[in-house]
Nanobody
Framework: QVQLVESGGGLVQPGGSLNLSCVAS????????IAWFRQAPGADREGVAC?????????FYGDSVKGRFTISKDNAKNTVYLHMTSLKPEDTAVYSC??????????????????WGQGTQVTVSS
């Protein structure tokens, strides 16, 4: 049974930082790419970042988070991280991780991933 479990969400002030984790079970990061998506109330789901199994296609990011967010992974822990800095109120959303075999889908907003976590809430507010 495949499970993706996100954690690390919470309330943070504008300009602050937050680290999210996505722990995978039932699959391994040697064979699955992991993406982070987010969805704010009333908005479409938005691709945030993705990291593939292969160095041939390193992590890539949505335009709204480039330069502020960093995706990384620890294969030994079967965990993907999203380090978020310089957070803005518009980053407020439920953040979910998703898995697909081998490579990230080419379009960052393409959400045709095979497995999804339940999500963790991130709120940026003073």
């Amino acid at each position: 049974q495949v499970q993706l479990v996100e954690s690390g969400g919470g309330l943070v002030q504008p300009g602050g930082s937050l680290n999210l984790s996505c722990v995978a079970s039932g699959i391994t990061l040697d064979t699955y790419a992991i993406a982070w998506f987010r969805q704010a109330p009333g908005a479409d789901r938005e691709g945030v970042a993705c990291i593939s199994t292969s160095d041939l296609r390193p992590g890539f990011y949505g335009d709204s988070v480039k330069g502020r967010f960093t995706i990384s992974k620890d294969n030994a822990k079967n965990t993907v991280y999203l380090h978020m800095t310089s957070l803005k109120p518009e980053d407020t959303a439920v953040y979910s991780c998703a898995a697909v075999t081998w490579l990230c889908l080419p379009e960052i907003n393409d959400d045709r991933y095979d497995y999804w976590g339940q999500g963790t809430q991130v709120t940026v507010s003073s």
